[in-house]
């Protein structure tokens, strides 16, 4: 069993910044890749970034160049920083993952999400 615990969203005004983390916890024997992907009311829930095992991350064009994904492989952690947010960020940010666990078999838990509202 694998949990994924995203904290760090709220709300922030136009230009500002955030950063969100997410913490995987259970029988981890390997996280293979992690995501973001972001939900916004009546809209299809899209990728954010996304970073394989010891590759570089991968960017939706809408958010290249303002935010950031990184890795803590020791701390099983990933970080998403939000930078020059706007208001058609705001959504609810999910973590995903493809975990690894002791069993040997290959898990993709999701995190419960957490809600970031930027004022124009």
């Known amino acids: 069993q694998v949990q994924l615990v995203e904290s760090g969203g709220g709300l922030v005004q136009a230009g500002g910044s955030l950063r969100l983390s997410c913490v995987a916890s259970?029988?981890?024997?390997?996280?293979?890749?992690m995501g973001w992907y972001r939900q916004a009311p009546g809209k299809q829930r899209e990728l954010v970034a996304q970073?394989?095992?010891?590759?570089?991350?991968v960017y939706a064009d809408s958010v290249k160049g303002r935010f950031t994904f990184a890795r803590d492989n020791a701390k099983n952690t990933g970080y998403l920083q939000m930078n020059s947010l706007k208001p058609e960020d705001t959504a609810v940010y999910y973590c995903?993952?493809?975990?690894?666990?002791?069993?040997?078999?290959?898990?993709?838990?999701w995190g419960q999400g957490t809600q970031v509202t930027v004022s124009s």
């Open positions: 970073v394989n095992s010891g590759g570089n991350p």
């Open positions: 259970g029988s981890i024997r390997s996280i293979n890749a």
């Open positions: 995903n993952a493809v975990v690894r666990v002791t069993t040997g078999a290959t898990l993709n838990p």
